[in-house]
């Protein structure tokens, strides 16, 4: 969703009241929940006109919908088993149509990096590297980040070896799990952690932490350290990316974070960038470049990691494809 499309569901929440706004809310995920309560708390005065714009387009939408199927659980179960598979499908059924409180790994979720790492600090690294592929990419490279450098590199190995999770296994770990296995043994395992899953999360912890842990993984196992590092999609890697793509990252970044981030870019990265822009925009972008002075390597690293995720967003709504083919495509 874009920024007018968040600022409008924003709007049409404010507009419900507090108790109905609260019942949407329940059946978002938390990464909607948080980009919705941002914009929220933004939004300080409202022209009438745009209000009433968006009232008028969410009653001209939801006056065009009609029932189209007779009975929806049995579609929602087709539709989830024709795009899933039987075996992800079952993971997502239960909970769709009959709901599921946040319990367990699932409230994980909505807690901040900290206080998950406080609740895991001294579990073993097996549990831990258990419980962090249940979260997004991002919210476990932030996890990690708060564990020492030991803990956190053996629980990187183990995500890494993870060849998936038995039914049973989940089950122990917490009573939602058990709920969202429904199938039970009947089930195959989960196909969660893995190479991928490891790649992912050291993509968002920060250069420096990439290094510890990439070399602590190498003295256990070169090979898997290899893996890894061929499936890492990082900054420089944006060169890939094909020019309609970018064009629509350069949507989506502030000026100022883009100088930031370019001023640690490879020349060609840069050329990449100025060539998807107009040439008055890729003036004053080199003229900001030349102008800005020295930049803290954090700061460059924490713009180009807010780009990334920015790029993995937009892959994930269709805008952007990663990756250059072959077994190590992004998608």
């Not at 108790?19 to 022209?47: C, D, N, W, Y």
């Not at 420096?208 to 602590?216: F, G, R």
């Not at 080199?286 to 995720?309: F, I, T, Y």
Request: no cysteine.
């Amino acid at each position: 969703m874009d920024d007018e499309g968040i600022e409008n569901a924003a709007i049409l929440l404010m507009s419900l009241g507090e108790e109905e706004a609260a019942e949407v809310f329940k059946h978002l995920a938390p990464k909607e929940v948080q980009r919705l309560g941002e914009t929220i708390a933004k939004m300080k005065s409202i022209p009438r006109e745009r209000v009433d714009g968006v009232l008028e387009k969410f009653n001209s939408v939801a006056g065009g919908q009609s029932m189209l199927v007779t009975d929806t659980d049995e579609y929602v179960k087709s539709v989830l088993r024709k795009a899933l598979g039987e075996d992800k499908a079952n993971l997502l059924i239960d909970r769709i149509l009959q709901g599921a409180d946040v319990t367990g790994i699932e409230s994980l979720k909505w807690m901040d990096a900290g206080s998950v790492g406080e609740l895991l600090r001294n579990e073993h690294p097996q549990i831990v590297a258990a419980i962090l592929v249940h979260l997004d990419f991002d919210q476990a490279g932030s996890v990690l980040k708060t564990f020492p450098e030991r803990q956190r590199n053996e629980v990187m190995v183990r995500i890494a070896t993870l060849d998936g999770i038995q039914p049973s296994a989940l089950k122990d770990l917490n009573e939602v799990m058990s709920k969202v296995l429904a199938g039970g043994d009947r089930l195959k395992k989960a196909s969660l952690g893995g190479v991928k899953t490891a790649a992912e999360m050291i993509n968002l912890m920060g250069s420096s932490v990439e290094t510890a842990v990439l070399d602590y993984i190498r003295e256990v196992d070169n090979d898997l350290a290899q893996k890894i590092m061929d499936n890492m999609f990082t900054f420089d890697d944006l060169e890939k990316i094909d020019d309609k793509g970018i064009q629509s990252l350069l949507k989506e970044v502030q000026s100022e974070s883009l100088v930031i981030a370019l001023k640690g870019a490879t020349p060609e990265m840069r050329e990449k960038v100025f060539k998807n822009m107009s040439t008055r925009a890729a003036e004053t972008l080199r003229e900001d470049l030349e102008a800005r002075g020295p930049v803290r390597v954090s700061e460059v690293e924490a713009e180009q990691k807010e780009m990334l995720k920015i790029v993995r967003r937009l892959a994930d709504e269709g805008q952007i494809v990663l990756g250059g083919g072959g077994d190590d495509e992004f998608l």
